[in-house]
């Protein structure tokens, strides 16, 4: 990530070399589409380029406290970022990917409801645990009351902890990270079923009909491993734990939104080139 932003430690600001090598890659791959195929295959590349984005924005709202949040010693779920990241959005992914044939707006609906109905199951069951369980009430490291119901943190964080549960603006976002990360690889998705349908029939010399499994396998196998590629990068860039969008790591965003976008442009090139060429 260094290239995109100076050291792995983070900051929020972008280097001018990391924008401007970030924007030559990301024109390069999308020239090097619109030369190879300038019609539906590059508007294609496009939208999973947007997909990528929504996938690393998205990842940035998920509450994640990895270890110390398993000890009541932060707020977060207690996991790494890109595994959470993850099961948000793979579930969004195949309920997106289960809705496919109803529909392109059907399908994106399915997948950010599928993503964020995922995070809010988990963030309930979570906050379960940590009151019921560990006795520990929902308090903030970040900031001092929550940002949407004004409830102050101070007087309920345990001496010694960053905070720990998931306050309201924690599960608010979680959700919302859900949503955008089901969304965005069910965009994925979707376009690369639909440039697998297109062209692999005259590719490999084979009827449509029986084009369709191996559009809808290859499809899915690409789409869950463009989403991983997006997830780890969010992941580099907020290095460790972060409570959600009210989060000063929060602000890092920028950064993977370059990195995503690149990722994003040079898989889904090669990704569209398997059918295309």
């Not at 007087?155 to 955008?180: D, M, N, R, W």
């Not at 992941?235 to 929060?250: L, M, S, V």
Request: hydrophobic share 55%.
């Amino acid at each position: 990530m260094s290239a995109l932003g100076g050291a792995a430690a983070g900051g929020e600001g972008m280097t001018p070399v990391g924008i401007v090598v970030g924007i030559v890659l990301l024109i390069a791959a999308l020239g090097a589409m619109y030369f190879i195929s300038p019609g539906f295959a590059f508007m294609s590349l496009v939208f999973v380029v947007v997909g990528g984005l929504l996938i690393g924005f998205g990842v940035h709202f998920v509450p994640v406290g990895g270890a110390p949040a398993a000890m009541g010693q932060a707020p977060g779920i207690a996991t790494g970022v890109t595994m959470l990241a993850a099961g948000a959005g793979l579930a969004g992914l195949f309920g997106g990917a289960w809705a496919a044939e109803l529909g392109f707006g059907v399908a994106l609906a399915g997948g950010a409801i599928g993503g964020g109905l995922m995070m809010a199951i988990t963030c309930l069951m979570v906050n379960i645990i940590y009151v019921w369980g560990m006795g520990v009430p929902a308090a903030s490291g970040k900031v001092a009351k929550d940002p949407i119901t004004g409830d102050t943190f101070e007087a309920y964080k345990s001496q010694g902890t960053e905070g720990h549960g998931l306050p309201f603006i924690s599960y608010v976002g979680g959700v919302i990270g859900g949503c955008l990360g089901g969304l965005g690889g069910t965009l994925i998705y979707v376009e690369l079923l639909g440039v697998y349908e297109h062209f692999l029939p005259a590719t490999l010399g084979a009827a449509e009909a029986d084009i369709i499994p191996i559009a809808v396998g290859i499809a899915g196998i690409i789409a869950v491993g463009m989403f991983l590629v997006n997830a780890v990068i969010a992941a580099y860039n907020i290095t460790g734990t972060i409570e959600g969008p009210h989060d000063p790591k929060f602000k890092r965003f920028p950064r993977a939104i370059v990195g995503c976008a690149v990722a994003s442009a040079i898989c889904g090139l090669f990704a569209i080139i398997l059918a295309v060429m």
